[in-house]
């Protein structure tokens, strides 16, 4: 309580003198709106305002000198906005001429024979200081901050304001970790992390306050998520009692021994069914690991147990391909499988759409159009996503609303880096298939020059005489003048003469219809074409076991994410199979790129080096990065604290009676005044 009123950190920023509507509104471009979120405005970085002697001092660095002024300053203008002020300043014995630019009114605040304090670049050569400010003839703080800001708001107004909020408030501050993990990772006390990170006196405690900062940070935003991923999990949900022998037996008839992942995998997801809650969990494998077999086991567990089972695809071939799968997986079993897609005929439709309502279709596999009105359920107890990163919520939830609260399993063959896995998908349970199938040998990668085109061209032909075929990607599908990259047209016209008439070279971009794309695809499955010129509308899709050359044009122009995507279309059988990038890196990120690509055929590896060399904004895209925005800490380079404040939010919300326990009373009082969290603590 102060001067008779009550002050809290959810106070309005206007509260703070000299804050009006103009300045209200420069701060909230900051996200800066209370006390609490100005005084977690940390600084981005520090300038050093320690004075050094002058043989302490390297070239063209910025220091503080102090002195007293020696001569009368001179002010020469040139034209109307540009200036130069001179004067010169004496430090013990020597004299050290300085030199303002384009601040005439400095002018006036130099005296001469008076100490002062000069922060500027240092040219060691010439023995003189180029002036950015001056500091007073006072002590100045050893450190200063600098703040994020806008054309709204100076950095001294912020540093002000901060000044002004922290002495007024600063005994409001509470700690939000409890005590015993403050204790265990030797963290400062929430006061104490605020005030060193805006007024530190060394670097080593701007340093402290920035890993305690960092750490409250990810506690707090694992805490919701901790929060959210129970709340799910309490949800009223379908508790599908499937037959276990049934499921055993149906194992025992695949073609092939499950992995060891595939077993763990299918334990986790079948345990889950089993709960009366909702299942919401992410299957992650990469390319050719086996994850359609899994979602076969899953889904024949659903149908044992009476209900239907619904598999969601993004295009219309991927779909295809999985219902013809299924298809011979469950030939001798009381499985009804039927395929719904966009291009399903009218009159095939109308006959479909009774037999899935009264249950006579127990398993059905489609595109989008499994969620259109007019496409009713039985009894849905299962719903599989499959690249679940290129259907939008809606779409999901959508799906999910078809039936009475179904469990649902996400799976993406897109290998999601541990700080995706921890951030984006945290309210998620994530099953992970992180070994190949027997017999599969990793593809030889191999990184080409243009100039060493030829001698590809001859092992694509050496390939094709042994009976395979051959995948050739490129960025563009017809010549560019802008860009200058290997284009489809261009490169399937020249194969196509160079392979005549011994071999056939189809052309697939994304510009052709959908069913002239399912032709090209299918005509190449069949080993009609036996190479194909694609753009990258190849990355998700067929398996064409037959495939065992993967060349790519322009390689640097690809993220290592999507490289590896197109990869992971050939290696899809028994023989070996390679990958040949073509590319003449301009910059180190590519060859960076290239260097990653043939060092690693893990998928996880891949994609956290793409998270590094790209950011989540370049490899996903600003709206769909998936990374939430943190003030301090970083996502991929704090990877490790990260990790332990998940643990630490997990093991917390996992103990009985948390919520009542008095050390974590601000904790509890934080997360209920978060609005998304409210509900939670109903």
């Avoid at 107890?381 to 609260?405: C, M, N, P, S, Y």
């Avoid at 009542?660 to 409210?678: C, F, I, R, T």
Wanted: glycine share 6%; net charge neutral; with cysteine.
């Amino acid at each position: 309580m102060k001067g008779g009123s009550f002050v809290a950190l959810t106070d309005s920023v206007t509260v703070l003198p000299g804050v009006g509507p103009k300045r209200e509104s420069a701060l909230a471009d900051l996200g800066i709106t209370t006390i609490e979120s100005l005084l977690t405005h940390f600084p981005f970085r520090y300038q050093d305002l320690r004075v050094k002697a002058l043989n302490e001092i390297a070239d063209q660095e910025q220091v503080t000198l102090k002195g007293i002024v020696a001569a009368p300053p001179t002010l020469a203008r040139f034209g109307r906005k540009k200036s130069r002020l001179n004067f010169r300043l004496l430090i013990d014995q020597d004299v050290i001429p300085v030199t303002f630019f384009n601040q005439p009114w400095l002018k006036d605040s130099i005296e001469v024979e008076a100490p002062v304090m000069i922060y500027g670049r240092f040219d060691a050569a010439r023995k003189q200081l180029n002036g950015i400010k001056i500091l007073g003839n006072g002590k100045a703080d050893p450190m200063a901050s600098v703040y994020p800001s806008n054309a709204g708001i100076r950095q001294k107004t912020i540093q002000q304001l901060v000044t002004a909020a922290w002495e007024q408030y600063h005994d409001q501050i509470q700690n939000l970790i409890p005590a015993p993990i403050m204790r265990h990772y030797r963290l400062l006390d929430r006061a104490q992390m605020i005030h060193d990170m805006h007024f530190p006196k060394t670097l080593n405690a701007a340093q402290a306050a920035r890993r305690t900062a960092k750490f409250e940070e990810f506690f707090r935003f694992q805490m919701q998520l901790q929060l959210l991923k129970r709340h799910d999990q309490t949800q009223a949900g379908t508790a599908i009692n499937f037959d276990n022998s049934k499921l055993q037996a149906f194992i025992q008839t695949l073609p092939y021994e499950l992995t060891d992942a595939q077993k763990r995998v299918v334990n986790e997801i079948c345990a889950d069914m089993k709960r009366p809650h909702r299942m919401n969990r992410l299957l992650q494998g990469d390319v050719g690991s086996g994850k359609t077999v899994v979602a076969a086991i899953c889904m024949y567990a659903a149908i044992t147990a009476g209900f239907q089972a619904a598999l969601m695809a993004p295009t219309e071939i991927l779909a295809e391909q999985h219902a013809n799968n299924l298809q011979a997986l469950f030939q001798d079993l009381p499985v009804n499988i039927v395929l719904l897609t966009g291009s399903t005929k009218t009159a095939a439709r109308k006959q479909l759409l009774p037999r899935l309502a009264d249950g006579e279709v127990n398993l059905i596999v489609g595109t989008h159009a499994l969620i259109q009105d007019g496409v009713d359920y039985h009894k849905l107890g299962l719903v599989i996503v499959d690249e679940q990163h290129r259907f939008g919520v809606a779409q999901r939830q959508a799906l999910r609303q078809k039936g009475d609260q179904p469990d649902v399993l996400a799976m993406t063959a897109t290998p999601i880096p541990r700080t995706l896995a921890i951030t984006s998908y945290g309210e998620m349970d994530i099953s992970i298939i992180d070994e190949l199938p027997a017999g599969r040998k990793p593809i030889a990668t191999r990184w080409i020059k243009n100039a060493q085109i030829d001698s590809a061209v001859q092992f694509v032909l050496s390939e094709l005489a042994a009976g395979h075929q051959a995948y050739v990607v490129t960025p563009l599908i017809e010549e560019s003048e802008a860009v200058d990259m290997k284009n489809a047209q261009a490169i399937y016209e020249r194969f196509s003469a160079y392979f005549a008439p011994h071999y056939q070279v189809g052309l697939l971009h994304g510009r052709m219809k959908n069913d002239e794309k399912d032709n090209v695809m299918s005509a190449f499955k069949d080993n009609q074409y036996q190479v194909l010129v694609a753009t990258t509308v190849i990355e998700v899709g067929v398996d064409v076991k037959n495939a065992t050359v993967m060349m790519i044009y322009d390689a640097d122009h690809f993220g290592l994410a999507q490289l590896h995507q197109l990869r992971g279309r050939v290696g899809r059988s028994d023989q070996q199979s390679y990958c040949l990038l073509i590319a003449d890196p301009k910059n180190k990120n590519g060859v960076d790129r290239m260097r990653v690509m043939t060092e690693t055929n893990d998928g996880f590896v891949v994609s956290q080096k793409d998270l590094e060399l790209r950011g989540a904004g370049d490899v996903f895209g600003k709206k769909q990065s998936g990374l939430p925005e943190f003030k301090v800490g970083d996502p991929i380079a704090d990877i490790t604290m990260l990790s332990v404040a998940q643990d630490e939010a997990k093991k917390l919300t996992e103990t009985p009676h948390w919520q009542q326990d008095p050390d974590n009373a601000s904790l509890v009082a934080y997360l209920k005044q978060a609005e998304s969290n409210a509900y939670m603590f109903d």
